[in-house]
């Protein structure tokens, strides 16, 4: 143990001794109902922004800030390390939460925080205010167990209003101060663990392109008598264009869908076969009856490693009761298209038009729109940063640190892309936590835990990586 490092026990006792005061403000912050959906709670946003602000002010951070956007506020906070040759992390997190009201089928008020058991019930406990604070009390912890004044790392925060209404502004906000952001790591707390009896570290996110396409036939709705059989019919075109999608091994067939994909490691496969997972209840979580995807990967591989073209919506033609014997004059089809570590969304955007353009038959106009694409994004595992989360996460639970990825895509990308940074997700939020639905909850336990590994997490992220410039 070295002086950068405090014994596991100090850290602990530290913790428990300032337990209550970090729950009960915890519950205070969560009575403010920042739900950045709703216009009626635009003053609540900005009340939790500005609270947050006084509670880092209070925990030390010397600049705390809270930035503006057309939109939401977001919080800023920068704690410089006293060696100039400290790595700098960035943790973000955000102090938005989704709507929620008692009748939706909450046991109590939603924005009165209520402890049951070892649990802690309100809107925001898990998504997100309980992780971003964690934060808090973590590095005091670090500071008064290694005696310092300043934490071992520069360490900053960026706490978003508006991610539980799509980020709107995050990415312009981002590179407006990406000068103020500049982070050898990005740190997300936004996530969770596989489970409560098993820590792990999610090491990345898959992207997301999404399109829609319009097909037009006739000028109008014709008679299929007079007409049909005749003259093209775009919701016969739409349906051959999905049909085309996958082939029979249910991989995606559009040329070039697969340039840059890398092939899973053996090593990676092993981390990813070392959790414990019942695909039987994974079914039933997912309400459905066949586990069913590209062939020669497990479903796990499947939701989190490999890309995906999925069908999200799809119609034409007439829809109302009894028959209606007509071709219809458009059909439509909305694809999104999850995407891997190697895929770029411009390619993507490009190859489907492409492939859109060979396979809509003559006669039928049509037209394709983008939406905002995400990019993906994926940690090494042998990233020292890395390293030092699962090793600190190790500590806090004494237990093996196992690894998962996200299905899901988030913001978290662009802070990649713009400060040209990793990623890395330190989340203690479980399954059952019940984000975005009623009766929300953390555990209080796993909560501490958090704050435990962030306790660890700057000293030795300081000792074990050295900034090289
Ligand atoms: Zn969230």
Known sequence: MTMSQAPDSAVRTYIEQHRTTFLDDLAEWLR????????????????????????????????VE???TPGAPAVFAEWPADDPAAPTVLVYGHHDVQPAAREDGWDSDPFEPAVRGNRLHARGAADDKGQVFFHTLGVRAHLATTGRTAPAVHLKMLVEGEEESGSVHFRSLV?????????????????GMWAEDTPTVCTGMRGLAECEIQLHGPDQDIHSGSFGGAVPNPATAVARLVAALHDEHARVTIPGFYDGVADLTDRERELLAELPFDEEQWLRTAKSYAAHGEAGHTTLERVWTRPTAEVNGIGGGYQGPGSKTIV?????????????AGQDPDHIEKIVRAWTATRVPAGIRYEITFAAATRPCLTPLDHPALRSVVRAMGRAFDKPVRYTREGGSGPAADLQDV???????????????????PNEKV??????????????????????WRHES
């Open 32 to 63: 403010i109902p920042s739900v950045s959906a709703q216009p009626d709670h635009a003053a609540d946003v900005r009340r939790s922004a500005d609270w947050l602000a006084a509670k880092l002010r209070e925990t030390g951070f010397p600049t």
């Open 66 to 68: 809270v930035w503006a």
């Open 175 to 191: 590179e407006e101060h990406a000068d103020r952001l500049a982070a050898d790591a990005v740190i997300v707390s936004d996530t």
């Open 328 to 340: 219809p004059a458009s059909a439509m089809v909305k694809l999104s298209f999850r995407l891997v």
């Open 419 to 437: 400060l040209g940074a990793p990623v890395l997700f330190l989340g203690i939020s479980v399954p059952s936590d019940g984000w975005h639905a």
């Open 443 to 464: 555990e209080i336990d796993l909560l501490l835990k958090g704050v435990e590994t962030t306790a660890y997490l700057w000293g030795d992220l300081a000792q074990n």
